[in-house]
Each structure stands twice: as structure tokens, then as C-alpha cells.
């Protein structure tokens, strides 16, 4: 069976495929001020080449802490894919990408053709957020042997110690916060009026504190896996995650053919996971990127990371029931071994796990105390409690960043939002979405039924988008197409799909 190429994830907090932590120097950063937007005006673009096409791009430098002003500079990398049309659009469509950690411009180039009707009367501007791509990328390495969920806390903070002490920069200054700023600074000095977003996942709390701070600088949001600006996200990862997957199980046992392929699903699953609980698999798989022989050890933490990441899309979806009724059936787990492979390349590869950390222990650590979920809920998932216990471990040791006194206050907002939900989400699920719509009274949420993470790439969804943010509202926007949005058939064999 070939194995299904799976994105990067949009919101990586409970999607680790093997990860360690990081602990650092204690003790809050200064309050975050803005720079003088005028001295932004240095930004020089040349001719590039991204996906193809010649493009513009070009770096800002901007300082790494915006109170010392005089400090540090760091590059932000900044990329303009230009208009068809001669003549383009005053206001040009900026993407704000996932993870935290994933840059703009890795984003994009994994989805580009989606955004080709937008292209045809706007250019398409990338900026690396700060710590992620090519704009100081925090990130560092970990062992293979760490493993979130498995390896001793103390293991970790020594892990930890060694991978903050190699990050190119002081994490306290890549939060939210900071990078508005910088989007801003980008703004003035490619000289334009106003801005329209496609934001997805935790880029669509980037765009909301944008609106916070600049709210007469953007035309039109759209919001794609939104996260409400109140919520700490962690504590419900793990319930979620178990939520699509028994959506997952029960569309499976209602399909007819699905159901005579795979009857025990569910028994199944809660069977592979016990037996790698207690013995962990150490087996030599070809791995799918080199194609050359690795020797892996896939263990429940896996398993976990490999079942969540697959269940964010519904493609990928469709694959389960077969990989685990292989794994755990017929003992041949190694299709199950080679996702879980593509994955952690995949995170690694995409992932700024520095600045995921500046984001999550800075942002939404502090609040975990207010959505604690009890330790009977979490033991009742298959990720279990050790995700928030090695999440709690990183972010206790690692340095605060400066973050608005306002930031998780109530967002209200005029510009027309269009807000976009998976039906069966594992990480943003529409209830999220509708919490973000009360915000915005020219706002419109759709929820695409079946889905998971992310809906630009399915069915008429381009189009829709298209069409949004052309008129810079719903009006006149033929949406009706949403409902028809198709599932995934499951495969039921290596070779064949349900009919």
C-alpha cells in the first residue's frame, strides 16, 4: 500500500511524533511595545523563483526585542507572489500558516494551486512569522530515543537544557504579540492600505490579534480551523482527538462494506494500543522518504502521534481502519510504522518547535489551571494523560514572553469574516468556530460535514473563498456547493476503496 502523504500539522499541540522539551532561563520579558513603523520603509524586493513563477522577495530587518529597539535585529523573510492580472488589487491576500512553527512560505507551497483564482486580481504576500522558515527559525534537534509520554521528566529537562541553550534567539520575544508588530512593519513598508487574511489554525489567532491592534488595516478574514482568542489550548487536546477518532470508527461501522471489512474495530484499536503499552515494537521498515532500511521503535506514544495526525484529514482518515486492523490482526504493522515514519519527518521538517514553545508556554500555559480536565478523562483517551504532563514539565521551566494585557480579551470586529469547521475536526472542532463567529457580526461560518483540519483544498471550497474575498463579504457568493462536499471512501483493502 502506498503510503498517504500527511501535512504538517495546523496546531501541533498534542501532535508530537517524537519530541522533547525544552527548559530555559527563567523570569517574565518586557512588555511588548511597538517600533517606529517608518523606519520599516528598508524593505528591498528582487526577482525570485517560488513554486515556479518569478516572484518578489526580500528580507525586513526588525528588532528581536521590540522594547530595546537598538538591540538585536532579526531578518523577517518575506515573499510576493504577484497578480495575474497586470493590474493588480490595491489589497493583496496575506497567508498566516499553522502549527505555531510552520513559516507562510512552507505552507503555501504544499497548497499553492488553491489560491489560483485569488491570484488571477491580487498578489499573494507570504512573511515568515518570526522563529519559523526563514525568519531566525527556532528550532533544534532532539533524540530519537525521547519520547513525550515515555522518557523520564528529568531525561527531558536535560534534553531540554541542551536544545534551548542552541536556539538562535531569546524565545520571550516570538509570541503573538511581537509578530503583529511585524506584520504591521511589512505592511507600511510595502506601502499597502489594507490587508486580507486567510489565516488557518493558529494563524487565525494571529489574525485576530492583527484586528485587535490594526483593526482599520484589514478588508476581509478568512478563519480556517479558527481558535477563539479566549481559549488556552492543551487540556481538551486529548478528548478531541478521541472524538474524531470514534466518529471515525462509527462512520466506519455504518458503511456496510466497511463494517463487513473491519467489524471490531474499535476492540481492535483498544487492543493494539494495550499491546504496545506493554511491549514496544522495534522492527526494521523501509523508511518512506530515503526508502532506505531504519530500525523504529513504535510504542503507544506513537501509535498516538501516528492515529491524531492521520485523523486531520479525511483522506487520511479513510486509511485507519485498515492500517490498525493490519497492525493488530493480521501482525503486519508495517504500513502503520511507515505513516507514523512520515509524520515525524514530516513535523520535524515543518515544525519550529522553539517557537511553538515561545507561543504555547507564553500564551496558553498560564491558563491551563482555568480548563483543567480531570485525570479520568484524559486516562480514558488513547493519547491518556502523559501529553499534558510533559507539556506541563516544558512549559514550567521555559521562559515566559511578553504577551498584550489584552490578548484573551472578547473580540469584536466588523470586517466580513468568512469562519471554515470540519465536522470531525481533532483539534479545532466547530464549536470553536461558532465562538469565534459571535465576534463578528458580519461574520458567516461554514461547517464542511465529515471533514477535519482545514477545508481550503476540499470540493468548491476554493472558489467559495474566491469569491469572499473578491466582494470583501457573502453577498452575491454562491456557497451552496459546501453541502455536496464529498467524504473519502475507506479503503478496504491495499488495492480497492468502498464502492
Known amino acids: 500500500m502506498p503510503t498517504v502523504r500527511t501535512p504538517a500539522p495546523k496546531f501541533l499541540p498534542a501532535a508530537w511524533a517524537s ?81 505555531p512553527g510552520q513559516g507562510a512560505g512552507d505552507f503555501y507551497t504544499a497548497v499553492a494551486p488553491v489560491f489560483g483564482r485569488v491570484r488571477r ?86 489574525a485576530q490579534h492583527y484586528l485587535r491592534r490594526f483593526p482599520s488595516r484589514v478588508r476581509s478574514v478568512v478563519l480556517d480551523g479558527a481558535v477563539p482568542v479566549d481559549l488556552a489550548l492543551g487540556p481538551d487536546a486529548a478528548p478531541m482527538a478521541q472524538n474524531a477518532l470514534d466518529s471515525i470508527f462509527t462512520r466506519c461501522l455504518a458503511e456496510a462494506g466497511c463494517r463487513t471489512a473491519f467489524p471490531r474495530i474499535q476492540d481492535q484499536f483498544a487492543g493494539l494500543r494495550v499491546q504496545l503499552q506493554k511491549t514496544p515494537l522495534r522492527m526494521e521498515v523501509a523508511d518512506p522518504v530515503t526508502a532506505q ?16 495526525l492521520l485523523s486531520y484529514s479525511d483522506e487520511t482518515a479513510s486509511v485507519l481502519p485498515l492500517l490498525i486492523h493490519e497492525a493488530q490482526t493480521q501482525r503486519q504493522p508495517q504500513a502503520l510504522i511507515a505513516q507514523y515514519l512520515m509524520i515525524k519527518h514530516s513535523t520535524e521538517t515543518q515544525i519550529a518547535y522553539g517557537m511553538h514553545f515561545a507561543v504555547v508556554c507564553s500564551e496558553d500555559a498560564p491558563r491551563w489551571a482555568q480548563q483543567k480536565i480531570p485525570a479520568a478523562a484524559l486516562a480514558a483517551t488513547y493519547m491518556g494523560e502523559a501529553f499534558m504532563q510533559g507539556l ?3 512549559c514550567a521551566a521555559w521562559p515566559r514572553g511578553s504577551v498584550d494585557e489584552d490578548f484573551n480579551a472578547p473580540l469584536r470586529s466588523d470586517v466580513p469574516a468568512l ?36 477545508q481550503i483544498g476540499n470540493g468548491c471550497m476554493p472558489r467559495v473563498v474566491a ?15 459546501v453541502i455536496d462536499i464529498s467524504r473519502t471512501p475507506f479503503m478496504l483493502s491495499r488495492t480497492a476503496t468502498a464502492p
Open 19 to 99: 519530541l522533547a522539551a525544552v527548559l530555559g532561563i527563567s523570569g517574565l520579558g518586557a512588555p511588548v511595545f511597538g517600533w517606529s513603523t517608518a523606519s520599516a520603509a528598508s524593505l528591498q524586493l528582487q526577482a525570485c523563483r517560488r513554486n515556479g513563477i518569478t516572484a518578489r522577495c526580500g528580507q525586513l530587518a526588525v528588532p528581536e526585542d521590540p522594547a530595546a529597539g537598538a538591540g538585536r535585529k532579526l531578518q523577517l523573510n518575506v515573499v510576493i507572489i504577484p497578480a495575474l492580472r497586470s493590474r493588480a488589487e490595491p489589497d493583496p491576500l496575506v497567508i498566516l500558516s499553522g502549527g
Open 392 to 394: 506541563q514539565t516544558i
Open 121 to 206: 486580481d491580487r498578489d499573494i504576500v507570504l512573511i515568515d512569522q518570526r522563529g519559523t522558515g526563514a525568519s531566525n527559525r527556532l528550532d533544534c534537534e532532539f533524540s530519537d530515543d525521547i519520547d513525550v509520554g515515555v522518557a523520564d521528566l528529568q531525561q527531558i529537562q536535560a534534553q531540554a537544557r541542551a536544545c534551548v541553550a542552541a536556539l538562535p534567539g531569546d524565545p520571550r520575544f516570538y509570541t503573538t504579540s511581537v509578530a503583529v508588530r511585524d506584520l504591521e512593519a511589512v505592511r507600511v513598508a510595502l506601502g499597502y492600505d489594507k490587508l486580507n487574511f486567510y489565516a488557518v489554525s493558529y494563524g487565525t489567532r494571529v
Open 419 to 454: 469562519i471554515l469547521s470540519g465536522g470531525n475536526d481533532p483539534v479545532t472542532p466547530q464549536q470553536y468556530g461558532e465562538r469565534v463567529l459571535a465576534g463578528f457580526p458580519k461574520g458567516k461560518h461554514f461547517v464542511v460535514a465529515g471533514q477535519g483540519h482545514g
Open 467 to 481: 469569491q469572499f474575498i473578491e466582494r470583501g463579504s457573502m453577498q452575491g457568493v454562491d456557497a451552496g456547493c
Open 293 to 308: 532500511p531504519a530500525l523504529t521503535a513504535f510504542g503507544a506514544p506513537q501509535l498516538a502521534a501516528a492515529v491524531r
